[in-house]
C-alpha cells in the first residue's frame, strides 16, 4: 500500500545542527569572561555587574511594557472613533526592546552588550527591518494550503485599503422584517 509519503529520511538543516553548539560555547564563553573579569576586578565588581545588569534590564522591559500598552490603548482608540491606526515601521515595535531588556537580565557580559547594542534605535530599526523581509521572504515561498499561505492571505492589500473579501449571513428570523432589501439572495462567490 502506498501512503504518497517518501520514505528518504529528511535532511537535518544547518540551523538545528549548530545551535546547541553555538549556546554551548556562548556558555562556555560568558562564564570564562566572568572569572577573567573576577580575576582583574574582584568577585565584589562582578557581583556588582550582574546586578546592575538584571536592574537596567527590568526597567527597560518595564518601560517597553507600559509603552506597548500606551500604544494599544491608542489604537483602540483611533478604531472607535472611526479612525484608521497608522501602520508601524518595522523595528518600532517594543519586542526588540524586551529583548535587549531580557538580553541585559541574563547573567552575563557578552548578553549585556548584545542588549546595550540592541538599545540603539538605529541597530533595531535594522534588524527590524531584516527580520521583517525575512519573514516576507518565508511566507512567499511557502507552498499553498500551508500556515505561511494563510498569513500571506490575510496580508493582501487593496489600493484603498478598505476592501476585504468576504461575505455577508443574515439570519432569517420569522416575524416582521426592517428595511428596504427584504428579499432572499444568493450568497456571492467570486
Known amino acids: 500500500m502506498t501512503t504518497g509519503m517518501t520514505t528518504a529520511p529528511r535532511r537535518r538543516s544547518p540551523a538545528r545542527t ?10 562556555i564563553l560568558e562564564i570564562w569572561l566572568l572569572t577573567v573579569v573576577a ?10 555587574l550582574l546586578a546592575g545588569g ?7 522591559i518595564k518601560r517597553a511594557g507600559r509603552r506597548a500598552f500606551k500604544n494599544l490603548a491608542s489604537t483602540f ?17 517594543n519586542g526588540l526592546t524586551m529583548l535587549a531588556g531580557l538580553l541585559l537580565m541574563l547573567p552575563g557580559l557578552i548578553s549585556d552588550v548584545a ?6 534605535p538605529p541597530v533595531r530599526a535594522w534588524i527590524g527591518r531584516r527580520a521583517s523581509r525575512s519573514l516576507e521572504r518565508k511566507m512567499a515561498s511557502a507552498p499553498a494550503g500551508s500556515f505561511g499561505d494563510a498569513f500571506q492571505q490575510a496580508r493582501i492589500h487593496y489600493p484603498d485599503g ?5 461575505e455577508v449571513v443574515r439570519e432569517e428570523r420569522p416575524g416582521r422584517q426592517d ?7 444568493p450568497p456571492l462567490t467570486p
Open 18 to 27: 549548530f545551535l546547541p553548539l553555538a549556546i554551548a560555547a556562548w556558555l
Open 39 to 48: 580575576d582583574a576586578a574582584g568577585g565584589l565588581a562582578v557581583a556588582a
Open 54 to 60: 538584571i536592574v537596567l534590564g527590568a526597567v527597560v
Open 77 to 93: 482608540q483611533q478604531a472607535q472613533q472611526g479612525q484608521q491606526p497608522a501602520p508601524q515601521q518595522p523595528g518600532q515595535g
Open 115 to 120: 542588549g546595550l547594542v540592541l538599545l540603539l
Open 162 to 166: 478598505k476592501v476585504v473579501q468576504g
Open 179 to 185: 428595511g428596504p432589501d427584504v428579499a432572499y439572495r
